[in-house]
């Protein structure tokens, strides 16, 4: 192979031929990595036999990632360079086995946009219409992963999301963050001054209030179940001449063929969605590593305290914590409680141990490597 760092040619034609036996040279690797993966699938098919062989591998991924920017020398930023990687790993697993992914639909939702930017593009995507049928479809086995999202940067936290992991033994296997631009739609053949009504998911509209109540304060607000299907009642409507906006993104502004009446109206700009990823597995240590957990605590004085104070103590970064009414006791609370580390880390099984003495139930949501994209 050809030292990468010899001179640049200066001339077109040159320039050209370079780049052709680059590709070559690129195209051929790729190749022989994809061999390799088709080898790693055979080695993990003897080795698991009899179970159901893992092949989605979310710890050695985000190693990999990691290592692709650390390395990386530029010129292409360290984000670019390793979407590209991403992509090259989406395909290699697919030849490993094709992976079906569960989200919230329908098509066009922000949360395929996260699917596809968690696990690359070569997914078979299983859009599902509400967050519990997500989790459903996986712990049936019919999706190999759900993609739901749980909070906002604006809006806090999704509610449904929470509630779906009390009952459920799925794991958190990833995480991923979004930044959620929210556009206000309309088909090509409706004039905006004719809007009756603005159709959108509820965290969307909460997410444009300001923008909503200063530009169309008098224009009726409709909560659907999503904003991709706001973008298609619109689209449907404008068909009939009915003059319904929709707030959605990019992607569903795209798939239904809608006009763009303003761009960016979200109220906050660095509004951000965070993603899980949820599947059957737990995932090994990747070195840098988030952990979820559920709390049911006691209904007593200092509860709380006595559970936060084990964080202190052993020096692990809670991120997160969220309330949720417990459905059994009235008056009983579930705690959602992130923090930095792996469940098999020293202190944080350290923390996990005297939280099951000081609670009356304490879940492991699951550990996993923290987002790289
Ligand atoms: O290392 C593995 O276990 C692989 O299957 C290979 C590979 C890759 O392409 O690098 C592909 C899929 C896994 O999710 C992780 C990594």
Request: proline share 4%; hydrophobic share 40%.
């Amino acid at each position: 192979m050809s030292n990468s760092k010899q001179a640049v040619p200066d001339t077109l034609p040159l320039l050209r031929d370079r780049i052709d036996s680059i590709d070559s040279q690129i195209q051929m690797l790729i190749n022989e990595r994809a061999r390799c993966a088709q080898k790693v699938a055979e080695v993990k098919l003897a080795e698991q036999g009899g179970e159901a062989v893992v092949f989605y591998r979310p710890e050695r991924e985000a190693q990999v990632l990691r290592r692709v920017m650390e390395r990386n020398e530029g010129p292409l930023g360290n984000e670019e360079m390793a979407k590209i990687f991403r992509q090259v790993m989406s395909s290699c697993l697919a030849l490993e086995k094709p992976m079906r992914i569960a989200f919230l639909g329908p098509e066009g939702t922000f949360t395929q946009q996260a699917a596809l930017k968690h696990f690359g593009k070569s997914i078979i995507s299983a859009p599902m219409a509400a967050i519990d049928e997500v989790f459903r479809e996986v712990e049936s086995g019919a999706a190999n992963y759900g993609v739901v999202p749980v909070e906002n940067s604006t809006e806090g936290v999704v509610n449904h999301t929470l509630d779906s992991f009390r009952d459920s033994r799925l794991k958190i296997c990833g995480e991923v963050e979004e930044r959620i631009h929210h556009h206000l739609l309309v088909s090509p053949n409706i004039n905006s001054e004719d809007v009756t009504h603005i159709y959108s998911h509820q965290q969307s509209l909460a997410q444009c209030r300001a923008w909503l109540d200063r530009y169309w304060p008098h224009v009726e607000r409709v909560a659907v179940s999503s904003n991709a299907e706001a973008a298609r009642l619109a689209a449907e409507a404008g068909r009939s001449g009915r003059a319904i906006a929709a707030i959605a993104g990019e992607v569903a502004c795209e798939l239904y063929g809608l006009t763009k009446v303003s761009a960016n109206i979200e109220d906050r700009p660095d509004n951000t969605t965070r993603f899980l990823i949820v599947g059957n597995q737990e995932v090994p240590q990747s070195g840098k590593d988030k952990t979820s957990l559920l709390i049911s605590a006691k209904n007593e004085p200092g509860a709380l305290y006595r559970l936060l104070e084990a964080f202190e103590r052993h020096g692990v970064d809670m991120t997160r914590l969220e309330t949720r009414p417990s459905l059994m006791s009235r008056w009983g609370y579930i705690f959602y409680i992130d923090f930095v580390g792996h469940y098999l880390d020293d202190e944080c099984r350290a923390v996990i141990d005297e939280l099951r003495e000081r609670a009356s139930e304490v879940k492991v949501l699951g550990s996993y490597p923290v987002a790289v994209l």
